[in-house]
């Protein structure tokens, strides 16, 4: 390396060690099934060099339990938090209801909602109260893992026994909607007992598969349901008047960089499922009647206040603008 090179790196290397001086320590409280050596967790260890760069030293914990993690958020124990989008519903409806199901139906319309509502425009809708959405990240579409792949049609499912978490009114409906029996779980314990046989069903991300063993519980009779349920999500929240003036929108610009990346692990994590284990629709006509299924069950829950119906309409339009032919782009019911 030329001296000019070196005395470049040091010069840069001192700005960065005088604001992180500078810098006001935050803590920052990760959910991850896995603990601090989880990908979640390991992801949001990038976002302290940008915290850095606007006047914030984060301190990242790691959380196995994300109950204990979002109720030290909201005890202010914790400056900020990452949440499943089910579990950050109460602290923001609006974000909450992008897990809605059938609602998002491709990753290229999950792009355009998460670039709307990241842009400057978007930002009223990513706050309520003093809870602030800071960023949201997508995890993969959600997926029903069956133990026992002769299940193909929704009549199939009556009787089975879903790993369900039972604080999400939308699971819980959904579940006695297609007359599944429900035994709670929650993102931390649901794996385990799918793979132990305590349950039939589960529902996750392909992002889940390898790094929870998913493939345990399928065996060699089981199967992935190939139609995409809902989009997971994870989202940063911060209580506004704990961080700097701009930090939510500025986390929010930070957050979109990093889209691909995100889709990119989506990407790689769906093609480690075996093929073997995708089981298709039996026909299109019985994909249209999922897709109307999910329909009935989100518009009672908007109608119970479970999700925001901005948010219901804003994805109906995105939909319908990635396929007019869809029969509800008529009918007009979100």
């Not at 260890?45 to 204990?68: H, M, N, P």
């Not at 990753?107 to 949201?136: C, D, W």
């Amino acid at each position: 390396m030329s001296l000019k090179k070196v005395l470049a790196a040091g010069f840069a290397a001192s700005l960065m060690m005088g604001t992180a001086q500078a810098a006001e320590k935050k803590s920052f409280c990760v959910f991850d099934p896995v603990g601090s050596n989880g990908p979640l967790f390991n992801l949001m260890k990038e976002s302290k060099t940008f915290a850095l760069k606007v006047g914030v030293d984060l301190e990242l914990r790691a959380y196995t339990d994300e109950k204990i993690a979002a109720e030290e958020f909201k005890a202010g124990q914790c400056d900020s938090v990452l949440l499943t989008g089910t579990r950050a519903r109460e602290f923001n409806k609006f974000t909450g209801s992008l897990e809605a199901m059938g609602a998002i139906t491709s990753n290229e319309e999950l792009r355009l909602i998460l670039q709307t509502l990241h842009s400057p425009k978007g930002a009223k809708f990513m706050k309520e109260g003093n809870y602030e959405v800071a960023g949201v990240l997508p995890a993969g579409a959600i997926y029903l893992y069956m133990r026992d792949k002769s299940v193909k049609d929704v009549a199939d499912l009556q009787g089975k026994k879903f790993a369900t978490q039972d604080y999400d009114p939308a699971a819980l409906t959904m579940v006695r909607h297609v007359g599944g029996s429900v035994v709670p779980a929650t993102v931390s314990t649901f794996a385990g007992k799918f793979n132990n046989g305590s349950v039939d069903i589960a529902y996750a991300p392909a992002v889940a598969y390898t790094p929870l063993e998913l493939y345990k519980g399928l065996g060699t009779e089981g199967g992935v349901f190939n139609y995409k349920i809902a989009q997971m999500n994870f989202q940063i929240l911060i209580h506004t008047d704990k961080m700097p003036e701009g930090f939510g929108q500025a986390s929010r610009d930070f957050s979109m960089t990093r889209f691909d990346q995100a889709f990119d692990i989506i990407k790689t994590a769906e093609a480690e499922i075996k093929p073997s284990y995708w089981v298709e629709p039996i026909s299109k006509d019985h994909t249209t009647g999922y897709d109307n299924m999910l329909r009935d069950v989100r518009i009672k829950l908007r109608d119970e206040g479970v999700y925001h119906p901005k948010a219901l309409k804003l994805m109906f339009k995105v939909r319908c603008k990635s396929d007019a032919s869809r029969p509800e782009c008529a009918e007009r019911l979100e």
